[in-house]
């Protein structure tokens, strides 16, 4: 006993330390010698303001919450351990979105099934990666990260800065239901925002996709608002003409007075740093595509190319009619088969782990997509970072790619012409100018706000006007995807820190116990039998500890001491019962133990006249029964002197 | 040797109140488990299942109190028939709590917790304890007088014990409340501790969830068990020493 | 140290805390929160008074199945006895006829005392060890103790039962085998001439044999034979094999009754009485006469538990020289396990020692007690036991002396007819 609570003291020490101490400096070294060097990265957190954080993007989310109109109040929390506390009923994920700016850790299997099952459960999920460490949770939607980096014809003054141009269609944001918009605005989804470019066949124009009309008219006029698959504002121009697109606030109220409710989509101008593409199955919602000129470079030198060996990727280029997808949202299915097709609403069974039925696959109504879980994969980490985030524009000076006229001649003598897509290197030495403003790459002297009006995000007169859109898209994205469904709800966005490497060395155990703990807690059926297996080492525990002795006297004198060597099974009965028969034999003669020893066997048995004694003595290895021994025994008795 | 025939120790099984002594504990128990019910009720709201699990368990341990302690499996090592009742009890009450306070966010969060609502958590679990302790308590003191009575010749008084349980028994139960309540109230010191220091792990989801509470425990309890295996190791060893010591010195004044 | 409850107590906290956070459920961890402080503040309620002890015995020294009184003074020297147990530690072989020997006490912080009265009846002869008195204080809420002991002993001596047998001797008409006064061919303060010798100053006057003072003109002095009768060795056995059977029936406990009630018939006589206790060694009392011989040789048979494995044939050996010759010998043995015994029986009839053997039977001692006790019993096995201490018997038988089969059954004075009737 006292044994056993040194040990166990010294187990619990043993597993502290192991946590606290060996852990961490394995983990230091093993990264140490695998020659990543062990980044304590800052980057991308919210809670930090430096450029390359996304503090300002967190703090607008806040402002969301504070604009009085209790459009949306979002909580911002942050996931320290791991994703895996998604799983079980923690969070509600139908008011719950999942953020992760930036994958440095890849997804462990038990976390990627933990977001597919937030997911599955109406959960919405935003993936910003760049590359590619997020491949092993996107391919279970259908989605890959291209890893390569991403270069278009517009960038600004920097090949690594491209822009890119992304639609949300806003009317998918009203979910009150007044005016009854479709839902499925863009219907090709193939985020070039224009809507409705099909041909109208009079009944159920949204559901055809065929042809092209942008009149920004309710097409087929028909005067009933509440038609089925048909909405009102299903147009891409700026309804009310008072010159903006995205004017309204949208929040199911006619803001502008024009009648329509939320119209317009919105077009946003993105500026990205060192983007990657994304390459997907299925039909996905795609809010913003390359240029056709655009392409991936998968080799890594600069500019779009062959590939010149097997070992080699070949670039990624876009055609006019597959360009390259930078940001797409892939509704998930209920059942967990992973993504669903959006122009057929039918389960893709993109997640492996699913067993695709034999008989007709699961399918949803159009207009059904909406209400279900999602994940939105963006291609670029950094158009949340502070400097991204509100950028006017970019003033470092930049070698132009050289031959970009597309002028037939070949400008820069490389033996290409009009290699338009090519786009130099960033110069080594930093320019003059780039010099005297070492810190900050961006001119941000923008145009200020001048409407008395707050707009949605809180920004009243006065406020700057920034030439790239990232801040109101990211914004707008979060409220597309978690959107309230009644007034003053409580929304939450939770941060996954995790995905960074853990800044302080001594919460780095914590949080790695922590993760554990949370796995261990959430997995209904890891949960189940942490618990189980504990219920029986602690009953077995309570078995094996004695309980305090009772003082009450017990008088007992009818303790049984038995004999130790009771002849117990048939054969040494047997043996026992020969033994006492050539005892008997020996005293009927009146022989001393060493006089009969010297006997030979046969004078002895010529002593029994009985031939049952006689075979007990002769044959020394038979085995009598109970029964046969009773009667041999009794025979023995009546043996008698001669 | 009639006269030194051999003790029955079986006893037999039978239904109602031993020792009109311990009834005041029967009722306190089955007291307890009412108020555990109205406060777990009050905190959740209702739930068929999680109420009659509730209810149920709380029966179940009444009825233990009126059952004696007959035994029902061979070994010494597992418990008796009116104990098993108070187990199962129990555990039917912990059963019916855990259905009905089941994802309860609001109560997990700290940030969003008030002192009265720590309060009203205190007070759960309190009389969760009392309702444990009451009604172990009653067959615990039953037990003393059932073997008392069976072994000894003279009349157990356990008058003197009960009073002192009683006096004792509540002034530690005014500590253990305010334990209680320090260690919930700790959660909230240890999430704004977290918020200065490290905002990331200040608003980090374990810190406004049903974690911070289990990390609090751990935080206060796993020293406190390490220092006590140590404690009864060693220190129990040095103070027996010490008492010898003492005693060596003073037995021989024994009768002065 | 934890009891049982405190244990299942931590357990649920713990398990509680994991079903709390698989659950979501802030209720169960607050519970848990206060289980877990229901335990660690326990462990600091238990209190630790110093208590001190001394006990009072009304006897030292009794007979089976007498009684002692024990009187416990308990004091409280500083501390507060919160849930305090006290106990005067006693033998499961004893019985309390009244009072109680353990007790819940609450003593006043500084010289609090109170008596704790017991009477002790004492069924089986032995050597009984009363005490330690064992402390255990604990939390009120039973959920941790700690024990401690004042090391306050006695020591009770219970003396095996002496039946008078007197009174069966007179009403018997078969010659004697507890041999009468006999002439032992030494001399000593007898009546009848042995030898004339050389007067040795200090010999009294009455003895000179003036005759032959007369012819001869020396100082010569009668010598008497010794009137004294024999002197008896009692050979008992006390080895582990004695002890089979019941705590309240074996070979050992009948064989010192036996032994007991001997040795004091022989005193009573005036004979001198040797006692050979052998069991994991030899124990013997030196032979002597009268109520201080009795007494000493009772201790010794109080004391003799079942123990060891000496062989008989090597206690002869060692005890031979000492006995003298052709004085009878009584040797009590329920003959188990012991190759030497035919050889040692053999040994002692060629010195023509008078042997008797009172052999407790073993095996329907162990039969017996099985029986009581509910187990099964093998009737082949105990058949071929039984078998073999027939042919043993008979062996022994043999050479001459005389063996008592012993069963349980028989009351003891019966038995010591038997064996003089042989």
Known sequence: MKLGKRFLAIVLLYIMIVIYVVYPLMDYGIAKASGKEYVFSSNLSPFETNLGDVSAFYSDLKVMDMNGDHVADYKVRSIVSSPTILMGDLVDPKKTLYLAIGVERPYTHSEILAIEDFVRRGGHAIIADDFGYANALASRFGVTFYGGQFYDENFDKNANFTIITAHLPSDRYDKSGIEGPDGIMDDDQDGDGVIDEDPIDGVDNDQDNYALTTDGIDNDNDGKIDEPNEGIDEDPTDDDNDGYVDEEMLNGVDDDDDGRIDEDIETFQLITYKPTGLYTLQPVWVYAQSSERGFVDMNGDGRLSMAMSRNEMADKPAYPSDRIKLIVEVPVARDGSGAVDIKTGKCVYTNPDFEKPKGKVTEYKLSELDELGSIVFISDPSIFANELYTLNHITFDVSYPEDYKGDGVDNDGDGLIDEDREIAFEPSQPSVEDKKDPDNLANNAPDYWSDNRPDLFGRRKGDPIYDYDNWRFLLTLIYHLLTPEKEGETLTVLVDESRHFVSSPMLKPVYSTLGKTAFATSDPYVAGSVVGFLTLVFVGIALALREKESWIHKFDISVLHPRRNLPRDSKVQTMRLRLALQEKIRLVKGLSPEEFASLNKSVILSAIRDPELQELLREENKVYSPEDMERLMEKIKKIQPL | ?256 | ?422
């Open chain 3, 1 to 422: 140290m934890w009891t049982k409850k405190a244990v299942l107590v931590v357990s649920l906290a713990i398990l509680s805390i994991l079903l709390g956070l698989a659950l979501r459920n802030p209720l169960l961890l607050s519970m848990s929160a206060a289980l877990l402080a229901y335990v660690s503040i326990s462990v600091f309620a238990n209190t630790a008074a110093r208590l001190a002890a001394e006990r009072k015995l009304s006897h030292e020294k009794i007979f089976e199945d007498g009684t002692a009184k024990a009187e416990l003074l308990i004091v409280n020297r500083g501390g507060k006895t919160g849930f305090l147990e006290v106990r005067d530690k006693l033998p499961r072989q004893v019985q309390i006829k009244e009072g109680t020997n353990y007790t819940y006490l609450n003593l006043n912080p500084k010289g609090g005392a109170t008596r704790l009265k017991y009477t002790m009846k004492f069924p089986l002869k032995g050597l009984y060890q009363i005490g330690p008195i064992t402390l255990r204080t604990q939390d009120p809420f039973n959920l941790f103790y700690r024990e401690s002991e004042v090391p306050e002993i006695s020591e009770i001596t219970v003396f095996p039962q002496v039946r008078d047998v007197k009174e069966l001797y007179i009403k018997s008409k078969q010659p004697k085998i507890y041999p009468g006064e006999m002439k032992v061919k030494m001399p000593g303060p007898g009546t009848d001439f042995f030898a004339i010798r050389d007067y040795i100053p200090g010999d009294p006057f009455r003895d000179i044999n003036w005759k032959a003072y007369a012819s001869t003109g020396k100082l010569l002095v009668n010598e008497r034979e010794r009137l004294s009768v024999s002197d008896v060795t009692i050979v008992f056995d006390s080895r582990e094999v004695s002890g089979i059977g019941m705590d309240s029936d074996n070979a050992n406990l009948y064989g010192a009754r036996a032994a007991a009630t001997l040795a004091n018939f022989f005193l009573k006589r005036r004979d001198s009485v040797q006692l050979v206790v052998y069991s994991d060694k030899v124990r013997t009392v030196k032979k002597g006469t009268g109520q201080k011989q009795l007494f000493e040789i009772l201790t010794a048979l109080a004391s003799a538990e079942p123990k060891g494995d000496l062989p008989l044939g090597g206690i002869v050996e060692v005890v031979l020289p000492y006995m003298p010759r052709h004085s009878p010998v009584i040797v009590i043995s329920n003959l188990e396990e012991d190759d030497t015994l035919s050889k040692a029986v053999s040994t002692m009839k060629v010195l023509e020692f008078d042997v008797t053997i009172i052999s407790p039977n073993s095996i329907e001692f162990e039969i017996m007690a099985k029986q009581k006790k509910g187990i099964k019993v093998d009737p082949v096995a105990y058949n071929i036991l039984r078998l073999e201490r027939d042919i043993l018997i008979q062996e022994l038988m043999g050479y001459g002396v005389r063996v008592v089969d012993w069963k349980p059954a028989i009351p003891l004075t019966q038995v010591l007819l038997e064996a003089r009737n042989y």
């Open chain 2, 1 to 256: 040797m009639a006269e030194y025939d051999f003790l029955e120790e079986k006893v037999p099984l039978k239904i109602g109140i031993r020792y009109p002594e311990t009834t005041m504990l029967k009722v306190l128990g089955f007291l307890m488990g009412l108020v555990l019910m109205v406060v777990t009720l009050l905190i959740t709201g209702f739930s068929l299942t999680g109420f009659l699990l509730l209810l149920i368990g709380i029966i179940l341990a009444l009825f233990g109190q009126l059952l004696t302690p007959y035994t029902i499996f061979p070994s010494e090592k597992l418990p008796k028939l009116n104990a098993l009742f108070l187990l199962i009890g129990t555990g039917l009450v912990v059963a019916g709590i855990a259905i009905l306070g089941a994802n309860n966010a609001e109560l997990s969060d700290p940030s969003q917790l008030s002192f009265g609502q720590y309060l009203l958590l205190t007070v759960l679990g309190i009389t969760f304890v009392l309702f444990i302790e009451y009604n172990h308590a009653s067959l615990r003191f039953d037990d003393v007088l059932d073997s008392a009575t069976r072994h000894s010749q003279e009349v157990f008084d356990v008058g003197p014990v009960l009073k002192n349980y009683y006096k004792a028994g509540s002034t530690l139960m005014v500590f253990i409340a305010g334990a209680t309540l320090l260690l919930l109230v700790f959660n909230s010191i240890l999430r704004w501790a977290a918020l200065s220091a490290n905002p990331q792990f200040g608003h980090s989801v374990v810190l406004h969830s049903v974690y911070v509470m289990a990390i609090t425990l751990a935080i206060v309890f796993v020293p406190l068990g390490i220092f006590l295996l140590y404690y009864f190791e060693y220190m129990e060893e040095k103070l027996k020493k010490e008492e010898e010591e003492k005693r060596a010195k003073e037995t021989a004044a024994i009768y002065t």
